[in-house]
């Protein structure tokens, strides 16, 4: 069963309420009654177990039963950094990228990105790109929200970067294979992916200057979100925890 996402500091005598879309859901997707059991998580590690004690058309009364740290959040703070493309196609990364256990989500800009012109658009697309990581959330079972950045130009992107050990630059024009071991002062990756049509030679150089190394996905040219997607995966289980050792 999914989990459903509460507001830790809403808690109040260990009861909760569930408003809204997922009260309609719980009622009449799930068609949970009193006495049943329900998953949630506060979307920052805490998983909680609970009872329902009433349900109406307007809400979901929970007792809590049981309060953990989440067991399904990955070892390794990670980072995927996606030049804009098409909205359809950041929508389909972030649900996916939730799946494989991403901590924060950057998208940014560069020579061959698609733009995002005007604040009221930008701050439109935040939210819409929050909404499916709440939902994407609730249908792997995670514990974390994925962190949504503010649109980024390609300097602030490298900026924020230097701070993690691990920087991987996927680009097509590499000939370097992705093989370990990778050695750092701490468990924080960030992964680099190009728009379509690909990174522009000065803008690996630049990645380079700032300590990320430019690794090739294999012999087929990928699109952006196939690369995204495919990255992220393989970067949780030489580093995380999709890994035989994890």
């Not at 989440?70 to 649900?95: F, G, P, Q, R, Y």
């Not at 494989?100 to 020579?111: A, D, E, M, Q, S």
């Amino acid at each position: 069963m999914q989990k459903f996402l509460i507001n830790k500091e809403a808690l109040s005598a260990d009861k909760v309420v569930i408003h809204g879309q997922d009260a309609k859901h719980i009622r009449k997707v799930l068609r949970l009654k009193p006495k049943d059991t329900i998953s949630m998580t506060d979307g920052h590690g805490t998983d909680f177990t609970g009872c329902i004690n009433k349900v109406s058309p307007e809400c979901v009364e929970i007792s809590i039963l049981s309060e953990k740290k989440s067991l399904t959040e990955s070892n390794l703070d990670l980072t995927l950094c996606t030049a804009m493309l098409k909205h359809k196609k950041m929508d389909e990364i972030i649900k996916q990228i939730t799946q494989l256990g991403v901590t924060r989500w950057i998208p940014f800009y560069c020579k061959r990105s698609i733009p995002l012109s005007g604040q009221n658009r930008e701050e439109k697309q935040i939210e819409r790109w929050q909404t499916i990581a709440r939902e994407s959330l609730k249908q792997c079972r995670r514990s974390c929200l994925v962190e949504i950045m503010p649109p980024m130009d390609f300097q602030q992107v490298l900026a924020f970067s230097k701070d993690c050990s691990h920087r991987f630059a996927f680009w097509e024009a590499s000939d370097r294979p992705l093989a370990g071991p990778f050695p750092g002062e701490n468990n924080k990756a960030v992964v680099l992916i190009g728009p379509e049509g690909g990174f522009e030679e000065e803008e690996i150089r630049r990645a380079a200057e700032s300590g990320f190394m430019s690794y090739s996905l294999g012999p087929r040219i990928l699109r952006a979100e196939t690369a995204a997607v495919c990255a992220c995966g393989l970067i949780q289980y030489l580093l995380g925890d999709m890994g035989c050792e994890s």
